[in-house]
T-cell receptor
Framework: GQQLNQSPQSMFIQEGEDVSMNCTSS?????WLWYKQDPGEGPVLLIA???AGELTSNGRLTAQFGITRKDSFLNISASIPSDVGIYFC???????????WGAGTKLIIKP | EAQVTQNPRYLITVTGKKLTVTCSQN?????MSWYRQDPGLGLRQIYY???????DKGDVPEGYKVSRKEKRNFPLILESPSPNQTSLYFC????????????FGQGTRLTVV
C-alpha cells in the first residue's frame, strides 16, 4: 500500500540555523500537505501543495512539491524556539477521502 | 471561535470497560475523522465520515466504532478496550474532502490497564 517515508526522524539544531526535511513515497501523490504539531496540541496545517514543481512559502517556511510527484521538501530558515515540535507530511490516498501521514520529524532546538 | 472539541482530554480505564470519546465541531464541516498517534508511527486513521450517516473504515478500525447522527458530532466508541488501544487520539474535521484543511482537536490521551 501507499506509504510516506519522512526524514530525518529528529533534528537537534541551534537557534538561527536553517532546517531541511523531506518526505518520499513509492507512489505518486497529487497533493502534499505539511502540518506542525506543538507539544500537547493537535496538528495545524502549515502549507498545502497541489502542483508538481510548486514552491510555496509561509513566512520562514518554504515547501516544494517534487517534480516526480513522489517527494516533497520543507525548509525552515533562521529557526527560533517556537519552531520546536513535530512536523508531518501527509497526502491523500487513492480514495480521496483518506490521508496518509509520515511518521514525523521532531525538531529540537539546543539551548 | 472555530474549533474541534474533544472530551475527555485524559482517561485511564480498565480492560473491557466500554468508553466513548466525544468530538464536536462548530464549523459546519462535512468531513470528520479519528486518528491515533503512537510514537514512531505518526497518525493513523481509524474511521472517517464524509457526511451525516456516512462513515467508513480507515487504516486501523479494529476495536473501534463510530457514529455520525448529527453533522457536528462524531463520537469514537471502544466497546471493549484493550491495552493495545492505549494511545493519543485526535479528532479532525474539514470542509469537504482531505484536500481541504483539517482542523484537529486537542487530543485525548487514553490509557487502558
Amino acid at each position: 500500500g501507499q506509504q510516506l517515508n519522512q526524514s530525518p526522524q529528529s533534528m537537534f539544531i541551534q537557534e538561527g540555523e536553517d532546517v531541511s526535511m523531506n518526505c518520499t513515497s513509492s507512489s505518486i501523490f497529487n497533493t502534499w500537505l505539511w502540518y506542525k504539531q506543538d507539544p500537547g496540541e493537535g496538528p495545524v496545517l502549515l502549507i498545502a501543495l497541489y502542483k508538481a514543481g510548486e514552491l510555496t512559502s509561509n513566512g520562514r517556511l518554504t515547501a516544494q512539491f517534487g517534480i516526480t510527484r513522489k517527494d516533497s521538501f520543507l525548509n525552515i530558515s533562521a529557526s527560533i524556539p517556537s519552531d520546536v515540535g513535530i512536523y508531518f507530511c501527509a497526502g491523500p490516498m487513492d480514495s480521496n477521502y483518506q490521508l496518509i501521514w509520515g511518521a514525523g520529524t521532531k525538531l529540537i532546538i539546543k539551548p | 471561535e472555530a474549533q474541534v472539541t474533544q472530551n475527555p482530554r485524559y482517561l485511564i480505564t480498565v480492560t473491557g470497560k466500554k468508553l466513548t470519546v466525544t468530538c464536536s465541531q462548530n464549523m459546519n464541516h462535512e468531513y470528520m475523522s479519528w486518528y491515533r498517534q503512537d510514537p514512531g508511527l505518526g497518525l493513523r486513521q481509524i474511521y472517517y465520515s464524509m457526511n451525516v450517516e456516512v462513515t467508513d473504515k480507515g487504516d486501523v478500525p479494529e476495536g473501534y466504532k463510530v457514529s455520525r447522527k448529527e453533522k457536528r458530532n462524531f463520537p469514537l466508541i471502544l466497546e471493549s478496550p484493550s491495552p493495545n488501544q492505549t494511545s493519543l487520539y485526535f479528532c479532525a474535521s474539514s470542509l469537504s474532502t482531505v484536500y481541504t484543511e483539517a482542523f484537529f482537536g486537542q487530543g485525548t490521551r487514553l490509557t487502558v490497564v
